[in-house]
């Protein structure tokens, strides 16, 4: 087989270089601690934010729908897949981010596919203006629709703005933007990206991937946040980080909202979520309508173990988010690091290497849950301090 040798030695160069990525294998549900290849580990890596995915009245209502409606949806949206649970969640999630509607997709990677690409195709006289940190299903939605896109700097609204003024009589032009940025914790400037939207007639599409359930009122995202409703076209959202579950959506304008039904790709051609998929969803949306409980401990947990991180030396970034990445620089140390926590101190915190983050940036990512408790946050300062001491990364 020496056609497929190239592989062996493209690995062997990953590994050299500190860039090969260990998929380890979880033997539990989610949660603080979970069996991670047969040993009970403390779980920091997880986007599981509010401690949903292993609810109790998550799990039930999945169950209970197995049992009303079946395991599978049997068909794509637009034949014989619209179940009322279908209808019922995406309604329940228009509310929730009031707006005027909302559309269902089997992910958020889905969910930025199909609307990117039928929102902005290489007929039109359009372009995207895409920011210059964009999560990869971003990148791939334009890619999809095959027109053209120019990048703009890192939160740099002076460059936005340039490229926009550059681009000013193209007839369609989409700002797309991550809304939290998910390796950094940083947030866009969406209020200066409204202004700029409407200074140059530009809608405006925000990633709410890693604001739901976290930023805004109840975890209603970085939009509400900024309480700019009125001023963003479309919010995209996914149901698999906060909300515990799987799916992704796209929230906006009804008339907008009823054209992603008739020219979504993954909405046409893939099979609709499953039924304890969506009605899990629906009872997540239901826990944050009820109550911002889980989001003030998360917040809570997130502020204790930043500064915790912060007084021993670590740097953070310009996070302001619970998404914490601890900064080690190097690709080799950051896989160390990640190692030893999990052989030394049964935690399980994976390194964040290059092509996910630039050479040069490599990180352990941290990401604290409103499921966990002080003591499971003081543990992990206690094994970053002690372990940084150990390989003199802290002085």
């Not at 999630?93 to 609307?115: H, P, T």
């Not at 950051?334 to 040069?360: C, H, M, W």
């Not at 003591?375 to 300062?381: A, I, K």
Request: glycine fraction near 8%; charged fraction near 30%.
């Amino acid at each position: 087989m020496a056609k497929l040798d190239w592989i062996k030695e493209e690995l062997k160069e990953l590994k050299d270089k500190g860039l090969y990525v260990t998929i380890r294998k979880l033997e539990s549900s989610q949660g603080p601690w979970v069996v991670v290849d047969g040993k009970r580990v403390l779980n920091m890596c997880s986007n599981n934010y509010l401690g949903l995915a292993a609810h109790p009245k998550i799990k039930e209502a999945a169950i209970r729908a197995i049992l009303d409606y079946g395991v599978g949806a049997g068909a794509v949206r637009t034949i014989a897949g619209t179940m009322e649970l279908h209808v019922e969640l995406e309604e329940k999630l228009a509310k929730f981010k009031k707006r005027e509607a909302a559309i269902l997709f089997q992910s958020g990677y889905n969910a930025n596919l199909g609307a990117l690409s039928a929102l902005l195709t290489k007929k039109d006289d359009g372009v995207f203006i895409s920011e210059e940190l964009n999560h990869a299903s971003i990148i791939d939605g334009m890619r999809l629709s095959g027109a053209p896109k120019v990048i703009y700097k890192h939160l740099d609204m002076e460059d936005l703005k340039k490229r926009l003024e550059e681009n000013k009589d193209k007839k369609k032009k989409i700002i797309v933007s991550d809304g939290v940025f998910s390796m950094d914790g940083d947030l866009a400037p969406v209020p200066e990206m409204a202004e700029l939207a409407e200074q140059y007639d530009a809608m405006l599409y925000i990633d709410d991937a890693h604001g739901e359930g976290v930023l805004g009122d109840s975890g209603r995202g970085i939009v509400d946040h900024f309480k700019l409703h009125d001023r963003v076209d479309f919010e995209m959202g996914t149901l698999s980080k906060a909300f515990g579950v799987i799916g992704g959506y796209v929230a906006g304008p009804e008339e907008a909202i009823d054209y992603l039904r008739q020219r979504g790709r993954p909405f046409l051609f893939s099979s609709a979520p499953n039924p304890p998929d969506v009605a899990a969803a629906i009872a997540a949306v239901e826990i944050l309508q009820r109550s911002d409980e889980l989001v003030k401990k998360l917040w809570d947990n997130t502020h204790f173990l930043q500064n915790g991180l912060r007084d021993l030396g670590y740097d953070l970034g310009g996070t302001k988010h619970p998404i914490t990445p601890v900064m080690l620089y190097d690709e080799k140390r950051a896989q160390e690091f990640s190692k030893r926590l999990y052989d030394e101190y049964n935690i399980f915190a994976q390194a964040i290497v290059y092509p996910t983050v630039p050479l040069g940036t490599a990180r352990i990512r941290l990401e604290p849950s409103a499921a966990h408790s002080k003591e499971d946050l003081q543990y992990v300062l206690d094994a970053f301090e002690d372990l940084g001491k150990k390989t003199g990364f802290l002085k």
